[in-house]
């Protein structure tokens, strides 16, 4: 079995209002519990915003510390979901599961390393 990460990639700026995000969030809760009950989740979780972001990079023994996210752009990883499966296929068969109950959001399906 393999583990892969599915990254939920959003647009930045406020989320949207609950008419919109409550059907989403029961239908993710419902999928979670698919994924549980399957065998397949490992882990998931959301995100804070990216400005709440803190970034740290070493240069020589000095290590430089920044707020606000590492890049700049006009989306942000804003949760992500573990799974464990037998290979790629039921890795993006669970990953399109889970954009269509995201809708318009991307998700980026990648192994992890080893």
């Known amino acids: 079995m393999n583990q892969y990460l599915l990254s939920i990639y959003q647009p930045d700026g406020p989320p949207p209002g609950p008419e919109f995000l409550e059907p989403i969030m029961r239908d993710l809760n419902a999928l979670n519990e698919e994924m549980r009950a399957a065998g397949v989740w490992v882990f998931a979780a959301g995100l804070h915003p990216p400005e709440t972001a803190t970034v740290l990079k070493a240069s020589g023994e000095e290590v430089l510390v920044t707020d606000g996210p590492f890049t700049e752009g006009k989306e942000h990883l804003g949760g992500f979901t573990v ?28 192994p992890f390393a080893g």
């Open 83 to 110: 799974i464990e499966v037998e290979d790629l296929d039921a890795a993006l068969s669970w990953g399109s599961r889970l954009a269509r109950v995201l809708r318009n959001l991307s998700i980026e399906v990648r």
